[in-house]
């Protein structure tokens, strides 16, 4: 939730700022991108089982390559451009989420974040162990990572439903809780959903994520470092046999989180900057700014950039742009699957069985059962105007995998992630053909399922709670 600033402006309105308003208007209703993630997958859906079915899986396959023939080049379908290059910037920003929230946020201190910490590991590890009850020595044992995850998006948008009824304290708990939950799936991909290592790439990329940690520790600032530095890192990762996605989160946890002045410095330096500005030149409404005035402008520019920390000002640019575009069309290319396959058969097969029962009941069980340990030890606090009933509609909707679910989905059932040979990539993704792997189809539509029922349980148990009372919004608020 972006805070409102109470200063009127004037600034001549233009046509374009009524369309931008419109937008941000809609942008800024909180739920709204989990609105855009379900239309998408709605749309997915629809085209998977309509006439142009082959269509869309066609355009999906569609080779896409980058570079130079005989030089360096990536080939990929452009389904893995979605997967393995547009999630590699939701990564990170979850990376920048994680390092905010560790150094400034609800995990910068044991107490706070014994809580969500504990809750994550609970809703990680017996959804993991639920599915491998299922599918123990079979070869889709390697899905074991499927039910882990929770997707934020959706989760908040169904609290944003329930209005009053959910104190804003949980909201911040449920959202701590999904970027420990982000932090175990990078881990988990990073580890386990790795075919083979090239060192000598690893060995680079490592290099230039050192040399990016040291500009921002002698106090470079520039995004086009980062944005440039961070490119060349996934493209070393592309080639290493780890997940590219890993190296988002790896850059950004190197963008600093400090400032360059405090709040008494700035407002010194910007006061005496406009007054010299006034004093500059004549001031009004149809003069330009004389070569003076334009210099203190831009003098007034690099105090706002030293006011504001890097990782901030990239998660404040990015955040719209993942929640509003990457999310929806990753949720739109992967989200589709032919409805025609489901049957009694498949939805009791151990994949879906295992997927769906590890994200309804083993989220539920897992958050809850943390949850209370970690009270009743004393190692935590309920969050405040909460009750346990708040806690278990909260457990239940962390039941809501979804995009997060999807994602290892595709690499569990994928096939290998090897990009060295030949310098062009073959695709990690697809074994078969988009939408041939029977291991995928099941997946999704056990993901769907299962999010689809833990939304409803865990509205249905909300509901049922009273409205809050004397529970103040707070001005900003961290959810991916």
Same mark, same amino acid.
């Given at each position: !939730? ?11 309105? #233009?046509? +374009? ?15 709204? %991108?989990?609105?855009?993630? #379900? ?9 998977? /089982? ?32 979605? /997967? ?37 590991? *609970? ?5 993991? &162990?639920?599915?491998?009850?299922? /599918? ?11 039910? #882990? ?30 970027? +420990? ?29 050192? &040399?990016?940690?040291?500009? *921002? ?36 946890? =190197? ?7 405090? $709040? ?24 330009? !700014?004389? %070569? ?66 590890? @994200?309804?009941?083993?989220? #539920? ?31 239940? &909707?962390? *039941?809501?995998?979804? =995009?997060?679910? @999807? ?11 090897? $990009?060295?040979?030949?310098?062009? &990539? ?16 099941? $997946? ?17 148990? @909300? ?18």
């Amino acid at each position: !939730m972006k805070a409102s600033v109470p200063v009127s402006k004037p600034v001549q309105p #233009m046509p +374009v700022d009524a369309v931008r308003r419109a937008f941000q208007r809609f942008t800024e209703i909180e739920g709204f %991108s989990g609105i855009l993630l #379900m239309a998408a997958t709605l749309a997915a859906l629809v085209l998977a /089982n309509s006439p142009w079915a082959s269509s869309y899986f066609a355009v999906l396959g569609q080779e896409f390559t980058i570079g130079f023939d005989h030089l360096l080049s990536i080939s990929q379908p452009i389904l893995v451009w979605i /997967n393995d290059g547009l999630m590699a910037i939701f990564f990170f920003v979850v990376g920048l989420e994680i390092k905010r929230e560790l150094l400034i946020g609800e995990l910068s201190s044991f107490r706070r974040a014994s809580l969500p910490i504990m809750a994550a590991i *609970g809703g990680m590890t017996v959804p993991a &162990l639920i599915y491998l009850v299922f /599918n123990a020595g079979k070869p889709s044992a390697s899905g074991w990572g499927i039910p #882990m995850a929770t997707d934020i998006a959706f989760a908040l948008g169904v609290l944003s439903l329930l209005g009053r009824r959910v104190p804003v304290a949980l909201k911040v708990f449920l959202t701590a809780l999904a970027i +420990v939950d982000d932090l175990g799936a990078v881990l988990v991909i990073a580890f386990f959903y790795t075919s083979r290592i090239v060192w000598i790439d690893i060995a680079f990329a490592a290099a230039l994520l050192a &040399l990016l940690a040291l500009y *921002g520790w002698l106090g470079g600032r520039r995004l086009v470092v980062y944005a440039v530095g961070g490119f060349v890192v996934w493209v070393a990762f592309v080639f290493s046999g780890v997940h590219a996605t890993v190296a988002g989160v790896l850059v950004a946890l =190197t963008v600093p989180v400090r400032t360059r002045i405090d $709040a008494q410095g700035f407002v010194a330096w910007t006061t005496a900057l406009v007054d010299h500005f006034v004093k500059s030149g004549e001031v009004g409404a149809n003069t330009l !700014m004389n %070569s003076e005035q334009r210099a203190t402008v831009r003098e007034i520019e690099i105090a706002c950039e030293h006011i504001e920390t890097p990782l901030h000002r990239i998660e404040y640019m990015l955040h719209p742009w993942v929640a509003f575009v990457i999310m929806p069309i990753f949720a739109f290319a992967n989200a589709g699957v032919p409805l025609n396959t489901v049957s009694a058969a498949t939805l009791t097969a151990p994949v879906s069985l295992g997927i769906f029962c590890g @994200l309804v009941f083993g989220k #539920m069980i897992g958050i809850s059962l943390a949850s209370f340990i970690a009270v009743r030890a004393g190692l935590a606090a309920l969050p405040r105007n909460t009750t346990w009933r708040h806690m278990w509609g909260v457990a239940w &909707l962390g *039941g809501m995998g979804f =995009t997060m679910s @999807l994602f290892i989905s595709s690499l569990a059932f994928g096939g290998g992630h090897d $990009a060295h040979a030949s310098l062009k &990539l073959a695709s990690p993704i697809l074994r078969s053909g988009i939408g041939a792997d029977a291991y995928q189809d099941l $997946a999704k539509i056990a993901i769907l399922l299962a999010s689809l029922v833990a939304a409803l349980v865990g509205t249905l148990v @909300l509901r049922r709670l009273p409205v809050t009372t004397g529970d103040e919004e707070p001005g900003a608020a961290g959810a991916h």
